[in-house]
């Protein structure tokens, strides 16, 4: 556990703000999209059995399930004290320690912490067709279910890998049968189960909600993601881009004496949500523009999310600065630009070294954005661009998706 003079410190040097370090996270399968700013040498820094890196979390207090070789900190943010030193605390600790004062009376005496966590996810090949248990199946197997969300920023869209195109759900003609029945052929050859879905064409600068439950196949484009703090799968699609995924991934979280149960296997869909004829009208996000103005210009990228979580993007043009206040605790991660956050230098970096500080991200204790953060862009050029992901716990986040 963190020092608690030391976490106080820190915070009130910061003005209510911590600077977090880099959080980045290895996987065993996939192709690195090369898209996270790191630098090249750096993508097997945890050793080639760890596989390459293909996501950084940001404001995490969740471990990552990431296989028995992970650590027991991997996934958690760390608070960066000070940038003559690499002395660093986790923020769960911080948070642990300082508890409302930094989350707030409403998370805290809801969660006993931060609820949420994001992510930046980056592969070269599309994902596995998977879902996410909800709240219920996952107690089952002692674990948090993992709504999620996506929003793809236009800043870190260098190429866009093999995949432009996600698949969510089943196409509405599917029945339960056929799907079942691939699941039955999983260990016979390639089940080819996305020719039951259907599949959207990723455009950037909107974004989707994926409630858990509902079957989905990322594509290969930078994503900025907003999940709970879960981490519980279960994956229908055997081979993608020639990679195979063994039977372990379609019931890695299936309780003992239910693994060969199809049935069970199947009943962690939400079928209804799955084959909703009108899935793109319900579940896209396109961003809902809150001010603009000369100085900055704010949209909600992620809204309407079953009360789970919110995000924001804030875009301060060149050579403007703006004061905001937040009725809630948050974090915040750059996409571009170079500038002031309240008393903290801040700027997008243009390449990060594995176990090294940065200045593009933070977490904003809930009583500095109600007091209002001064926002400085000291760019004459470039805009500055920043992300701010929310709880449940916003009051101003639209309920429903505008028609």
Same mark, same amino acid.
């Given at each position: 556990?963190?020092?608690?003079?030391?976490?106080?410190?820190?915070?009130?040097?910061?003005?209510?703000?911590?600077?977090?370090?880099?959080?980045?996270?290895?996987?065993?399968?996939?192709?690195?999209?090369?898209?996270?700013?790191?630098?090249?040498?750096?993508?097997?820094?945890?050793?080639?059995?760890?596989?390459?890196?293909?996501?950084?979390?940001?404001?995490?207090?969740?471990?990552?399930?990431?296989?028995?070789l992970a650590g027991p900190e991997e996934g958690l943010s760390f608070?960066?004290?000070?940038?003559?030193?690499?002395?660093?605390?986790?923020?769960?600790?911080?948070?642990?320690?300082?508890?409302?004062?930094?989350?707030?009376?409403?998370l805290w005496s809801t969660y006993k912490g931060w609820p949420v966590?994001?992510?930046?996810?980056?592969?070269?090949?599309?994902?596995?067709?998977?879902?996410?248990?909800?709240?219920?199946?996952?107690?089952?197997?002692?674990?948090?279910?993992?709504?999620?969300?996506?929003?793809?920023?236009?800043?870190?869209?260098?190429?866009?890998?093999?995949?432009?195109?996600?698949?969510?759900?089943?196409?509405?003609?599917?029945?339960?049968?056929?799907?079942?029945?691939?699941?039955?052929?999983?260990?016979?050859?390639?089940?080819?189960?996305?020719?039951?879905?259907?599949?959207?064409?990723?455009?950037?600068?909107?974004?989707?909600?994926?409630?858990?439950?509902?079957?989905?196949?990322?594509?290969?484009?930078?994503?900025?993601?907003?999940?709970?703090?879960?981490?519980?799968?279960?994956?229908?699609?055997?081979?993608?881009?020639?990679?195979?995924?063994?039977?372990?991934?379609?019931?890695?979280?299936?309780?003992?004496?239910?693994?060969?149960?199809?049935?069970?296997?199947?009943?962690?869909?939400?079928w209804e949500k799955n084959i909703d004829p009108h899935y793109k009208?319900?579940?896209?996000?396109?961003?809902?523009?809150?001010?603009?103005?000369?100085?900055?210009?704010?949209?909600?990228?992620?809204?309407?999310?079953?009360?789970?979580?919110?995000?924001?993007?804030?875009?301060?043009?060149?050579?403007?600065?703006?004061?905001?206040?937040?009725? =809630?605790?948050?974090?915040?991660?750059?996409?571009?630009?170079?500038? !002031?956050?309240?008393?903290? @230098?801040? %700027? +997008? $970096?243009?390449?990060?070294?594995?176990?090294?500080?940065? =200045?593009?991200?933070?977490?904003?204790?809930?009583?500095?954005?109600? !007091?209002?953060?001064?926002? @400085?862009? %000291? +760019? $004459?050029?470039?805009?500055?661009?920043?992300?701010?992901?929310?709880?449940?716990?916003?009051?101003?986040?639209?309920?429903?998706?505008?028609?």
């Open positions: 556990m963190a020092d608690r003079a030391l976490v106080e410190k820190t915070l009130e040097k910061g003005e209510g703000i911590f600077r977090l370090n880099p959080n980045f996270i290895p996987r065993p399968f996939g192709k690195a999209g090369r898209r996270l700013r790191l630098h090249p040498d750096d993508y097997y820094a945890y050793g080639l059995e760890r596989g390459s890196i293909k996501e950084r979390w940001m404001t995490s207090t969740n471990v990552a399930q990431n296989g028995p608070v960066a004290v000070d940038y003559g030193s690499d002395e660093k605390f986790a923020l769960r600790d911080a948070i642990q320690i300082l508890g409302a004062a930094l989350v707030g009376e409403e966590f994001s992510k930046f996810y980056d592969l070269t090949t599309p994902l596995f067709h998977h879902l996410h248990l909800d709240m219920e199946a996952a107690a089952r197997v002692g674990k948090l279910g993992k709504p999620e969300c996506y929003y793809f920023p236009v800043q870190f869209a260098s190429h866009t890998g093999e995949m432009n195109a996600t698949y969510f759900g089943y196409d509405p003609d599917t029945t339960p049968e056929q799907v079942k029945q691939r699941l039955r052929d999983y260990n016979k050859g390639d089940n080819r189960i996305t020719e039951l879905s259907r599949a959207y064409r990723i455009e950037l600068g909107t974004g989707w909600y994926s409630p858990a439950g509902v079957i989905h196949a990322p594509g290969s484009v930078m994503t900025f993601e907003l999940n709970w703090n879960g981490d519980v799968n279960s994956v229908h699609e055997n081979v993608v881009s020639g990679e195979i995924f063994d039977r372990s991934f379609l019931t890695g979280e299936v309780p003992d004496g239910k693994k060969d149960d199809i049935d069970y296997i199947f009943s962690l869909l939400d009208k319900h579940y896209s996000r396109r961003p809902i523009t809150i001010a603009s103005g000369d100085s900055h210009e704010e949209k909600w990228i992620s809204y309407a999310n079953d009360g789970y979580f919110s995000a924001k993007e804030l875009t301060v043009f060149p050579g403007k600065r703006v004061t905001l206040t937040e009725p =809630a605790a948050h974090g915040v991660i750059l996409t571009e630009g170079h500038g !002031r956050l309240g008393p903290h @230098i801040c %700027e +997008s $970096p243009t390449l990060l070294r594995f176990g090294r500080q940065s =200045a593009d991200e933070f977490y904003v204790s809930e009583n500095a954005a109600k !007091r209002g953060i001064t926002i @400085i862009n %000291e +760019s $004459p050029v470039e805009p500055l661009v920043l992300l701010k992901s929310f709880g449940p716990n916003h009051p101003d986040a639209p309920k429903t998706v505008p028609q």
